[in-house]
């Protein structure tokens, strides 16, 4: 019975190990993939939805500056508007004429000053420029937008330095 005893003592310490050490391996193994799975579905979660709560922040951040920094830039430019100008086109009959209303958007408002300041010139640089059209110069919306820029530079030009940001057609009637 000893022996029995003995002998059933060294099965049982042989077997423990073995299935302590196969329980060890197989909560290993799961832990891992548990750790894999997890992390591969935070890298798919951040690479194709954008981050969502991760990126929020930093998003509002973000929004927040460029809203401060239009504001900024708004407060930096001023709004003049000109006087509607009434010129003929150069057609050759002579019979078409042109009636456009403009608004400028101007770097601040000492140059919004400036620009009213220098106002019979302006009107005359642009009736000059303008009379020199012809309606097929001006009768598609890319000649507008030339239109827009030649503007703006003739009245840089005229201030001596680039103050004129952007032109704004308020009418514009060729008939």
């Known amino acids: 019975m000893a022996k029995d005893?003995?002998?059933?003592?060294?099965?049982?310490?042989?077997?423990?190990?073995?299935?302590?050490?196969?329980?060890?391996?197989?909560?290993?193994?799961?832990?891992?993939?548990?750790?894999?799975?997890?992390?591969?579905?935070?890298?798919?979660?951040?690479?194709?939805?954008?981050?969502?709560?991760?990126?929020?922040?930093?998003?509002?951040?973000?929004?927040?500056?460029?809203?401060?920094?239009?504001?900024?830039?708004?407060?930096?430019?001023?709004?003049v508007s000109l006087p509607q100008l009434l010129v003929n086109l150069a057609d050759p009959l002579g019979k078409r004429y042109l009636k456009m209303g403009v608004n400028l958007e101007v770097r601040g408002q000492e140059a919004a000053k400036d620009i009213e300041a220098r106002m019979p010139r302006v009107k005359d640089s642009l009736i000059l420029l303008l009379s020199s059209k012809t309606y097929d110069d001006l009768s598609s919306m890319q000649d507008k937008l030339t239109l827009k820029s030649q503007i703006a530079e003739r009245l840089n030009q005229i201030m001596e330095e680039s103050v004129v940001k952007r032109v704004y057609f308020t009418e514009f009637i060729i008939q």
């Open 5 to 79: 005893k003995k002998q059933a003592a060294e099965e049982s310490a042989e077997q423990s190990p073995k299935t302590k050490t196969g329980k060890g391996k197989k909560i290993v193994l799961i832990l891992v993939l548990v750790l894999l799975v997890g992390t591969g579905g935070v890298a798919a979660y951040k690479h194709f939805l954008g981050g969502g709560l991760f990126s929020q922040g930093s998003q509002a951040v973000n929004a927040s500056q460029s809203q401060n920094s239009q504001e900024e830039e708004k407060s930096k430019t001023a709004m």
